[in-house]
C-alpha cells in the first residue's frame, strides 16, 4: 500500500527579498562516508514581511534570510500545486541584488505507511517555496 501523508502548517510567511544568489551547500563537511555532495541553494536576503502567521506552536518566527535547494522544489504528495519547473526558471533568470516577492510555508508532515500489516509512522518539517516572482 502507497503512503499517505499529512500535515500541519506550523508557519507561512509573505516576504519581500532580494536574490543574494546560488550558494554551495556545507555537506561536504558532514563526518559520514561516503562524504555527500554540496547542495546548490538559492538564498535571499529578507527585507520585509507582507504576512507571518505563526498558528502552529513551533512554526518560524519572522527570518532575515530564507535558503532552498531549487531541485528540491517540485510537485508532491505534499506540495500537489507547486511547479517546481516555474521556481528553476525564475531562479535561473534572478541576478544578484534583485528584488522578489517570496512567499514559503514551514508544515509537518506525518508520513503513514503499512507495512508487514503493522501501521509505521515518521514526522518531519519542511520549508517550501510556495510563491517566487521577481519586483520590477
Given at each position: 500500500?502507497?503512503?499517505?501523508?499529512?500535515?500541519?502548517?506550523?508557519?507561512?510567511?509573505?516576504?519581500?527579498?532580494?536574490?543574494?544568489?546560488?550558494?554551495?551547500?556545507?555537506?561536504?563537511?558532514?563526518?559520514?562516508?561516503?562524504?555527500?555532495?554540496?547542495?546548490?541553494?538559492?538564498?535571499?536576503?529578507?527585507?520585509?514581511?507582507?504576512?507571518?502567521?505563526?498558528?502552529?506552536?513551533?512554526?518560524?518566527?519572522?527570518?532575515?534570510?530564507?535558503?532552498?535547494?531549487?531541485?528540491?522544489?517540485?510537485?508532491?504528495e505534499v506540495w500537489p500545486d507547486r511547479d517546481g519547473d516555474a521556481?528553476?526558471?525564475?531562479?535561473?533568470?534572478?541576478?544578484?541584488?534583485?528584488?522578489?516577492?517570496?512567499?514559503?510555508?514551514?508544515?509537518?508532515?506525518?508520513?503513514?505507511?503499512?507495512?508487514?500489516?503493522?501501521?509505521?509512522?515518521?514526522?518531519?518539517?519542511?520549508?517550501?517555496?510556495?510563491?517566487?516572482?521577481?519586483?520590477?
Amino acid at each position: 500500500m502507497a503512503p499517505s501523508y499529512t500535515w500541519d502548517v506550523l508557519s507561512r510567511h509573505v516576504t519581500i527579498a532580494t536574490f543574494r544568489g546560488i550558494e554551495q551547500g556545507r555537506e561536504p563537511m558532514l563526518r559520514v562516508h561516503p562524504p555527500r555532495p554540496a547542495k546548490m541553494y538559492a538564498t535571499f536576503d529578507i527585507l520585509e514581511y507582507l504576512e507571518h502567521e505563526k498558528p502552529g506552536q513551533y512554526g518560524d518566527e519572522q527570518q532575515k534570510s530564507f535558503a532552498f535547494v531549487v531541485e528540491e522544489q517540485v510537485k508532491t504528495e505534499v506540495w500537489p500545486d507547486r511547479d517546481g519547473d516555474a521556481i528553476a526558471a525564475t531562479v535561473s533568470a534572478l541576478k544578484p541584488g534583485q528584488k522578489v516577492r517570496l512567499s514559503y510555508n514551514h508544515i509537518y508532515v506525518t508520513r503513514t505507511e503499512v507495512v508487514d500489516d503493522r501501521e509505521t509512522s515518521s514526522k518531519y518539517p519542511e520549508r517550501g517555496v510556495v510563491l517566487l516572482e521577481p519586483i520590477a
